[in-house]
């Protein structure tokens, strides 16, 4: 070791001994069952992560969380000249290069406002904290509803004191809104360091646009694209659009409608839900959405597509996209994670991504516990954790930008819910105790979310041996800043020896434990 680099390494050891002993905080665990775990929060105390602390180049900066365990536990470790262990050999290759990251983050619906705000003021921060701030897992991303979703205590829209308000001259935000959702977004922008960007998605219009009459239920808008109704709900967007900047909230992007197509196959009767085919939301977003937001001061907004199931993203995209007046409004094809186990990515993701490369795909909802026959909440479930982190990596895989998490947090049953479509959630509040549980989802999406930042590009990771008893799960990045980032997930009963190689650099080898998630950073002697 040269004297420069001894000196370089001594300096990082100090300081990383110094922020270890005196800014992180350990999890205080909590069991349901064995290895179920949660870290329990409340107003006096939280778990904490340290700053992110980069080793000198050949070194690198290794993450881990178990089924055992250990949550985000930091330790470090060197690159070898030679390969010295058995085990799958990855070669890591940041010069071949594929989609750029935007980020990660939840959603800020009614059901997960309403809750965190039923806690005490230090207990709200410290939530806010662990998914906003630098001490927590950096979140950048988040979704609201446009008014109700079934995460509500009551379905309600903007306009439905005025019925047949073609002008909206009645349109407010209302309680939900004004209490609850836009001060905590506040609270949030204040803790946040990175910038955040936000998504708005509709469930609902008033119910006189709807051939129902009612804000509840599923039914399609009354007449067809390009008349007063679907220019009314257009113009709708905008206003929601106009009330939200004038309390200083800006969003990156809307969706056209939540579910358009999977939400009308749902059991619940009262499930808030405008139904599209295909061809209706390619009729709408080319005759009335996308010339309405044009037109706007808000057209720098971009607009998503489809916002359903991986399934349907191949067939719609062809339909919206292969249509040059509708694709000309389309930024991106947003896409949920609940019907995933029916379909695979390379026959649906990829094949898109090759079609239409100049249109980005989003995760923009995912929750565990949606089956009818499934337990809502299962408090420190590790499996719920790694559905969540395998689901990431292989979407990431197949060009995927972005990852949004349903509810920021639930209550202890999965709600508040007014159609009682209870699902889990990262972070469940107990209000009784004033206390709040991190669950192992939350450490599983902190694995991407606090280390990808946005702008990153996702790069090649090749396996020598791509088939074999048991597979780890991979995904590798380059950031902005010039440092690899490499996330592995083992879903085995039993540990795994690997190594990475990268060239210019050497081996890293290590052993992934059983029922574990890792993240490694390295520097780069240049990008």
């Known amino acids: 070791m040269w004297p ?8 990082f050891l100090f300081l990383w001994m110094v922020t270890n002993a005196t800014a992180s905080r350990p999890c205080i665990p909590k069991y349901f069952r064995k290895n179920a775990m949660v870290c329990v929060c409340n107003a006096t105390y939280c778990d904490t992560m340290d700053p992110v602390l980069l080793p000198p180049v050949g070194h690198y900066l290794k993450y881990e969380t178990t089924k055992a365990g250990q949550r985000l536990e930091p330790s470090t470790g060197k690159f070898g000249l030679n390969r010295t262990q058995s085990g799958s050999r990855y070669t890591y290759n940041p010069f071949v290069q594929y989609q750029h990251i935007k980020g990660f983050g939840g959603s800020n619906t009614d059901a997960a406002a309403i809750i965190i705000m039923q806690l005490s003021p230090a207990a709200q921060k410290h939530l806010l ?5 630098e001490e927590g897992i950096e979140y950048n991303l988040l979704r609201f509803p446009m008014a109700c979703s079934d995460f509500s205590t009551r379905p309600y829209s903007y306009a439905d004191d005025c019925p047949y308000d073609y002008e909206l001259n009645c349109f407010r935000l209302v309680q939900e809104d004004l209490e609850f959702r836009i001060p905590l977004f506040h609270h949030i922008r204040a803790l946040s360091v990175r910038p955040l960007s936000l998504v708005a998605s509709p469930w609902t219009s008033p119910g006189w646009l709807k ?3 009612k804000v509840m239920g599923k039914a399609r808008l009354k007449g067809k694209a390009g008349d007063k109704f679907h220019k009314t709900w257009a113009n709708y967007f905008i ?5 939200y900047e004038r309390h200083k909230i800006r969003f990156w992007a809307i969706t056209s409608q939540n579910e358009p197509s999977f939400g009308q196959w749902l059991p619940m009767e009262n499930f808030p839900n405008i139904i599209y085919s295909a061809e209706e939301q390619r009729d709408f977003i080319s005759q009335d959405l996308g010339p309405t937001l ?11 597509m489809l916002d359903d199931q991986r399934s349907k993203v191949l067939d719609w995209a062809k339909v919206v996209l292969g249509n040059s007046s509708a694709a000309q409004y389309v930024a991106g094809i947003a896409v949920h994670w609940y019907t995933d186990d029916l379909t695979v990515p390379g026959l649906t993701l990829d094949p898109t991504r090759e079609l239409y490369p100049n249109y980005f795909l989003i995760y923009t909802e995912a929750a565990n516990g949606y089956r009818p026959w499934e337990r809502k909440v299962v408090l420190g479930s590790w499996e719920r954790g790694i559905s969540y982190s395998h689901n990431i990596a ?11 998490d349903w509810n920021l ?3 202890m049953q999965g709600g508040p819910n007014y159609v009682r479509n209870f699902v889990d959630s990262p972070i469940i509040v107990n209000t009784h105790k004033d206390e709040f549980y991190k669950q192992p989802m939350f450490y599983h999406l902190a694995h991407f979310s606090k280390f990808i930042l946005e702008g990153s590009v996702r790069v090649s990771l090749t396996s020598d041996k791509p088939l074999g008893d048991c597979r780890l799960v991979t995904t590798a990045f380059l950031r902005p800043d010039c440092v690899s980032v490499l996330v592995v997930i083992n879903r085995c009963v039993g540990k795994v020896a690997f190594s990475i190689s990268d060239d210019g650099l050497g081996f890293l080898e290590d052993i992934s434990p059983a029922n574990s998630i890792q993240t490694y950073l390295w520097r780069r002697p240049r990008c």
């Open 211 to 213: 051939v129902s009459d």
């Open 239 to 243: 206003r929601f659009l106009d009330e």
């Open 294 to 304: 044009t037109a706007s001061r808000h057209r720098d907004v971009l607009l998503l």
């Open 409 to 411: 947090a639930l209550d």
């Open 129 to 133: 904290r662990s998914y906003f701030s």
């Open 4 to 11: 420069a680099e001894a000196g370089w390494w001594a300096l």
């Open 394 to 404: 292989t979407n990431l895989n197949s060009y995927v930008t972005g990852w949004i």
